[in-house]
């Protein structure tokens, strides 16, 4: 379905018109996120009307998306302490109270989550120049997801392009262009400026939830997603994140044959735009098209893991 | 400094009075954070005024609070790929893109967090009702924290008793009463209702900065905390949730010889309150010390690990 | 191919007959390792006549048979410090020397593994009448693996059942019986006694490397392997242990209708015979083949994970 | 008690003079051990005498050494099913069979373990001339641990210290030279040769059981071990490996101010001897002292973790 194919120039040439190195100073690791500004909290908080919210987190478990490949696997919870110590009287030495106790094993980026500034390389250097000894096995030195830790509070906006051409979902590898974006937002009655926090809907969630599996492609395969155009929309407005619910936000296969994930580069690399994945936006979107409104407060804290690279989230729209 | 010793009985009188068991139904799992409605989260929103967030988590590495006792470390941070990785050649295999990836292992509990309702037992029943076979090794089949995945988010207040009682911090083992509650809120000029979520400051976090080191007793030592009798002022006000700056909530030494953590027992196991420990309250106390202002919307969403005791979680305080 | 179907009374028939509970005093945890003498380790040793190892350890990597059902995943192993590390100058805070360091998540009977005393149950019991208190999240304090932490070398016997009936391996499904150990050992030229550690090649790792894949069925599903009538073998000759290159060492589906891999409970259980699984059997099998001496020095000393019921193994076949 | 200062200009002379690299071919991957041939491991089988064996691996749990610096935390041990889940009837869909699972997280060189000859690099080079390049994220292409699964097999030689200089243990930064390895080699009445894998005892791991703690030191801080004129008898004889019953082999603090620990230099990177370290030596040397044998057959094998740049191991000395 993407027929177009474009050019590593003109993904360049991209990358170099909207990139935003510097603009907010040489130590600036936060990107467009400079752009929530106080007021725009505020303009945020004034959308919650009716007092509902909506966790868009997919559950964390081993029946996640993820396949295993390249270290991805699914989230793995332990019990340290259970009901079974309770009743056996492995506890004794307490006095009269018992407990549970947990742990997981989390890959950052395995289900619903941010994509830290750090998370891309073009090149050989990451949003605002900084290098790769800046990301060592240690973590990240510079543009680590804790950048952000009070940051994720702004104005959400959800463009459902599913539901704006008339489908349940996005068909595999079909694209979403500016066009669609523009489009999807005057249908919806928004704006999108600087600073709002944009979530795309596919509907891919929905049809995933229909067939009961994850099926071969939904992590790591053919998807419906942003084309390179979209970043037109994004950058222009000056949007602080940018959130999808498909594994990687592009249309896969890419419109480029000599680049994976071009948009990563334009958005995350050049105009330090956040990126948010495998956002469950069903509930949400069925609500939007209830009561027509497609604007709500959004609040998305990363994990404060120092020098992390990305971070599982539990996004809250509250409307 | 905890000189009133407190009989077993008078715990289970409170617990007693305070239980709240099928109060919303036998499959209830979300105890007083039912309080929370959509008019009081509309209220929280309101109290949107100046657009300034404050993130409430601890950092989550290793050198956090834990001691490795009980199976409690700090987090473990590993990276799948990263800068050396990107310098190195090893990625090669991508076209243009490069990319860092990791992952944690974590305690769920290790610093800021949530206790879910499943966290605790006494007599082998948890909230609700519940027993013991409701967590097996597989997790909390009742009482995860993910019951409260969308609802963690209402009228935040806050108590600064450190403040209220003319202290940097409150020393170890010294005990808040019931009336050291109301007479905090009292002076910050603030009601506590149903479904608020009230932040209790020790000042703890700010005197083990002035140390330079969590020391002997931070996690799991003597802590100056709740005292049993500030049940009184928690539940008969419906509050949704209780939180400190301190690792248990509670005084301690405890108030009981012969019950350890007794609150938790009339709290999470009988009023079902959701507790939170290990809040970084130190900035947001500084800021409501200079506008006056201790309420605020407050945004604490939990971790969605399915059959989860527990989470950290990364508040967000939003004024 | 299991076309007998045994009855539960059959199989617990032959659990009584071979019950050891006791036969070593209550404390005992070791089974018929008891029966690997100084004697026997002696004679062990006097096998080593051409001064050749065989490692019978599959790879523990991402690459493994694990599915992740029921928790079991393969080997998650990450590097610590790495030589990006080195190369970035990440280490340069060392004078001179650089290093790497690694760590594994690793399921303890995620490949090569024994199992131990501790692994199996039945009827609220464990090997030498231990309860179920016994094994709590902590691990076990009976019968865990560290109890033989110096006892798993002896002298090791090949019965290569799919050479001994002209195949290069068993089909899926197909039984062996007692009358196949004997033909096998009978064919090879080795006597089987007390002490003996039996390995029992069935070659379907060998089938696994001509498809190129674990397929659907090496882990967790049908397979061929030790019938219940084995047990009469095994049992009455006072072998330590029996070891397969199967993931169970049962046939698959049982013989039983109404047991689950009944031969854990008549050897783990009751006869106290430790267990090993996923042997890689083919390169010993050739050269065994190769110089017909069936019978070998082996050592297979268990990881001492404190508690552990089973252990990742190397184990080392010495001709 | 390090008193001599040795020059960066001295270790790198040795560093040139026991240089190993090529002598096997440009590809080997195992240095020295390639001097464990065939006869070699005959003859370390005839010296099992009286049917003994001696596991020398310290207890892999919460209480280890390890301090938790740079990652190395002690193992995490967690119970995916266990007694608990058996008693609660939360395995009831098996059928009559009960178990009990579980897994562990093992920094792989947290206790009793060999070092790879990918542990360790300088100037940019580990044994054989292998780059940087040659460690990435994804683990060890070159000189992995795994690289020895089927070689650790030789004749095992306890130069025994401690009991040489008559005391219980050495005291902390107590040098071990030359002299002493070949003095206490003549007392033992033992001759070390090419192949041999040589255990040199401080009996330091005595001195923190009679403590009852690891202390500040035994983990990372000052050591009696291996002094740099040590290298003149290891690398003379071509041993396979040496190992001590202290954290890193070496003296410490080192006899060099300019390089920190010049012996892993030496032996690892450039002779291609690999290094044991933590390894229990304590009832091995009390039955040497009685029987007066300081020869046995020694047996290690590493796990097979792909790309692993050391292993822990269970070594098994059988006398």
Redesign the interface.
């Known amino acids: 379905m993407t027929s177009t194919v474009i050019s590593?120039e003109a993904v360049l040439e991209k990358a170099d018109q909207y990139r935003n190195w510097g603009k907010w100073g040489p130590d600036d690791e936060l990107g467009t996120v400079n752009n929530i500004?106080?007021?725009?909290?505020?303009e945020?908080?004034?959308l919650?009307?009716?007092?509902?919210?909506?966790?868009l987190?997919?559950?964390?478990?081993?029946?996640g998306p993820m396949t295993?490949a390249?270290?991805?696997?699914?989230?793995?919870?332990?019990?340290?302490?259970?009901?079974?110590?309770?009743?056996?009287?492995?506890q004794e030495h307490?006095?009269?109270?018992?407990?549970?106790?947990?742990?997981?094993?989390?890959?950052?980026?395995c289900a619903?989550q941010w994509d830290a500034l750090?998370?891309?390389?073009?090149e050989?250097k990451m949003y605002n120049g900084y290098?790769?000894?800046?990301?060592?096995?240690?973590?990240?030195a510079k543009n680590s997801i804790?950048a952000v830790?009070?940051?994720m509070?702004s104005r959400g906006v959800l463009l459902d392009i599913a539901t704006y051409k008339g489908k349940p979902w996005l068909d595999v590898s079909e694209p979403i262009e500016a066009a669609d974006l523009a489009g999807a937002a005057e249908a919806h009655g928004v704006e999108v400026g600087p600073g709002d926090i944009v979530l795309v809907r596919t509907g891919r969630i929905g049809f995933v939830r229909e067939r009961g599996s994850w099926g071969d492609e939904y992590s790591g395969g053919p998807a419906p997603g942003l084309a390179i155009s979209s970043s037109e929309f994004l950058c222009e407005r000056g949007v602080a994140a940018v959130a999808t619910d498909t594994w990687g936000i592009e249309v896969l296969p890419n419109e480029?044959a000599?680049?994976?994930?071009?948009l990563?580069?334009i958005l995350l690399v050049n105009a330090g735009i956040h990126i948010g994945e495998m956002f469950d936006l069903e509930a949400l979107a069925a609500d939007c098209r209830e009561d027509g409104v497609y604007e709500f407060?959004f609040?998305a804290?990363?994990?404060?893991?120092?020098?992390?690279?990305?971070s599982?989230i539990?996004?809250?729209a509250?409307k």
Chains 1, 2, 3, 4 share one sequence.
Not at 57 to 63: E, F, H, Q, T
Not at 70 to 90: E, F, K, T
Not at 94 to 109: G, I, K, N, S
């Open positions: 590593l500004t106080p007021d725009k909290i505020i945020a908080a004034a919650v009307r009716k007092g509902k919210v909506f966790s987190a997919l559950p964390l478990d081993a029946g295993g390249y270290g991805r696997v699914n989230p793995i919870h332990v019990m340290l302490q259970d009901g079974g110590d309770v009743a056996s009287g492995a307490l006095a009269e109270l018992r407990y549970t106790d947990d742990a997981v094993y989390l890959v950052l980026q619903t750090a998370h891309i390389y073009h050989g290098g790769t000894e800046a990301v060592s096995s240690q973590g990240a804790t830790k009070d940051k509070v480029t000599d680049v994976f994930q071009p990563h580069i407060m609040v804290p990363p994990l404060t893991v120092t020098g992390s690279v990305g599982a539990n996004p809250q509250i």
